[in-house]
């Protein structure tokens, strides 16, 4: 959405240039556009867009939630570990798929800012979670618990929901001795490798759910209203 308000406002105001002789693509790394009008007057884009920087800057500003006490992630646990992680399970879990032991799996790196006690905007979202990696569902061999136990182990612990690793097992809800298959859910990004989370070479199927782990967040936090607190330890090391 503030991807298209942007592209929206920059054609709105090249289109409204009716003196426009020419666009200049400068060769410079800044990629600047410049608007050259008959008196040789330079516009850059972002006197163009700034008509438009209220309605953005609205968007952004929109309260979704409320914290009352700050989120902080950190290792092997915090508060915003947990919540991200809980907020990805419970955003897919009941869906028609997802019928047998499931649990999600994020990466501390990837929550790029604490959330801040009191009021919960969109833009926090967007700092919490600047990337548009999309939330994907992957099917393992329950043999691969092993190798994740030992990447969690060796990282110092990430977070997780719906699992929890204990004197180096990870041990799964609903996992028993006839399990085959385990579900994660994470993203595009970690299921390709990202962060060095190399287990899921092992991956038996995925399903792209099209949806914005970003946008997962900002549902759950719009339908918590007050967002959950947990310091709960998942990862004991």
Aim: glycine content about 8%; overall charge negative; some cysteine.
């Amino acid at each position: 959405m503030i991807k298209h308000i942007i592209l929206i406002a920059v054609g709105a105001g090249l289109l409204a240039c009716s003196s426009v002789d020419k666009i200049i693509l400068n060769s410079s790394s800044s990629a600047n556009v410049d608007v050259v009008n008959h008196d040789g007057e330079a516009n850059t884009i972002d006197s163009i867009v700034a008509p438009y920087k209220e309605e953005l800057n609205a968007e952004m500003n929109a309260v979704i939630a409320y914290a009352e006490r700050p989120f902080e992630r950190g290792r092997p646990g915090g508060s915003l570990n947990n919540w991200a992680a809980d907020a990805l399970l419970s955003s897919q879990i009941g869906k028609a798929k997802l019928s047998g032991p499931v649990f999600s799996l994020l990466n501390v790196g990837g929550l790029r800012n604490s959330i801040n006690e009191g009021d919960v905007t969109l833009g926090d979202m967007f700092k919490l979670m600047p990337f548009d990696n999309e939330v994907v569902w992957v099917e393992m061999p329950v043999e691969s618990l092993e190798d994740i136990a030992a990447y969690l182990t060796a990282s110092g612990g990430e977070p997780i929901s719906g699992a929890e690793l204990k004197n180096g097992k990870l041990m799964v809800d609903g996992v028993n001795e006839d399990t085959k298959t385990v579900w994660i859910l994470t993203s595009n990004y970690l299921m390709n490798g990202g962060d060095n989370m190399n287990f899921f070479q092992q991956k038996m199927s995925v399903t792209h759910t099209d949806e914005l782990l970003r946008d997962a967040f900002v549902r759950v936090a719009k339908e918590q209203k007050l967002l959950l607190w947990s310091d709960e330890i998942r990862i004991h090391i």
